[in-house]
T-cell receptor, first 115, second 114 residues
């Protein structure tokens, strides 16, 4: 069974600084997708970024980027120029390739932004 | 607006009193699913449905029931709630065949069972 591990229950960063959230996963599949979701206090689940395993290039969305290391099964999220609105719980998630719909989530990392 | 709508947003009940959490999506998605979120455990899948009248167990199905009589609706039923079902629940939907598309989540239902 696939598992996703986020080893940092909490992180904090100064506003305007850069922070990296860690995620590792375990799978024997070669075709899969990885996601980072943000959950602010409103509880809404917001997709931040996604990565297809077959793509070597790291995904980027504005201030958010990932470091995808397929061999190491690592998928970290980097947030540049942190803003107060980035404060939230962040979940890493895995989904197997074609035919699969279930997301397997990590435990979550609570990110605090210090002004 | 494309959305997944869950109701209620908050629910407090007592042990053994049957309850239903509703979920509806307006995107004509085939796949719908229920997750529960607990501290330190992330989100775990309870049940899912690939289409009308097709449902299957997820990772933590005990104590829950679902039905899918219409494509847009996927209610979660707790026949006899217990305190260990106190949790934050999310409904999600997805268009099958779009493999890199994300799940669309509802806004969550905070359930407390006393």
């Amino acid at each position: 069974a696939q598992t996703v591990t986020q080893s940092q229950p909490e992180m904090s960063v100064q506003e305007a600084e850069t922070v990296t959230l860690s995620c590792t996963y375990d799978t024997s599949e070669s075709d899969y997708y990885l996601f980072w979701y943000k959950q602010p206090p409103s509880r809404q689940m917001i997709l931040v970024i996604r990565q297809e395993a077959y793509k070597q290039q790291n995904a980027t969305e504005n201030r958010f980027s990932v470091n995808f290391q397929k061999a190491a099964k690592s998928f970290s999220l980097k947030i540049s120029d942190s803003q107060l609105g980035d404060a939230a719980m962040y979940f890493c998630a895995y989904r197997r390739g074609q035919g699969a719909q279930k997301l397997v989530f990590g435990q979550g990392t609570r990110l605090t932004i210090n002004p | 607006e494309a959305q997944v709508t869950q109701n209620p947003r908050y629910l407090i009940t007592v042990t053994g009193k049957k309850l239903t959490v509703t979920c509806s999506q307006n995107m004509n998605h085939e796949y719908m699913s229920w997750y529960r979120q607990d501290p330190g455990l992330g989100l775990r899948q309870i049940y899912y449905s690939m289409n009308v009248e097709v449902t299957d167990k997820g990772d933590v199905p005990e104590g829950y029931k679902v039905s899918r009589k219409e494509k847009r609706n996927f209610p979660l039923i707790l026949e006899s709630p217990s305190p260990n079902q106190t949790s934050l629940y999310f409904c999600a939907s997805y268009r099958t065949g779009s493999y890199n598309s994300p799940l669309h989540f509802g806004n969550g239902t905070r359930l407390t069972v006393t």
